[in-house]
């Protein structure tokens, strides 16, 4: 994943980790930061199941919440996605800490900026074993696909 241990530093971090577990199967439609106005910025294949994801490094408060920060687009999209029943999510890492979450566009931040109780999110399985052993690949493929609430089908969100 990102730095040493596997600590997050930026977004950057983040979409090194969907790259390492997802490769071909992730179709990138923002390849970096900032590059589109609240479109997602991956999908993910895990067989015939896509989720979209949208990625993100948020910072700790100095009161220990994590302070989410998204573009109103990108709330919007959300929104809809959630009521759509899409296959959508938030993959995030909490900047100077080690290890990714997800929550579900149901579970999304409603406004711009958001203040995140402690806990907030699903653990996504540690990638750093991953060499020695496939099982965390196929966990964290598992975890974002549950999150996300899909099964063995397509669920690729139809154009707005």
Not at 13 to 36: K, L, M, S
Not at 50 to 64: C, F, H
Not at 96 to 116: F, H, N, T
């Amino acid at each position: 994943m990102a730095g040493k241990g596997g600590v997050i530093r930026r977004e950057s971090d983040v979409r090194a980790a969907i790259r390492a577990v997802y490769g071909p199967d992730a179709v990138w439609i923002e390849a970096a930061r900032g590059g589109t106005q609240g479109a997602h910025d991956v999908i993910c294949h895990n067989g015939p199941v896509a989720v979209s994801v949208e990625l993100k490094a948020w910072e700790r408060t100095p009161k220990g919440t994590v302070l989410a920060i998204l573009r109103p687009a990108q709330v919007r999209l959300h929104a809809i996605a959630a009521q759509r029943g899409w296959a959508s999510v938030i993959v995030f890492g909490v900047v100077g800490e080690a290890g990714l979450r997800v929550i579900s566009s149901r579970d999304a931040p409603k406004e711009a900026r958001a203040y995140l109780p402690e806990g907030f999110g699903v653990p996504l399985p540690d990638l750093r074993g991953k060499i020695v052993l496939d099982a965390p690949e196929k966990a964290f493929r598992n975890a974002l696909q549950a999150v996300a609430g899909v099964g063995g089908h397509s669920t690729t969100p139809p154009p707005l």
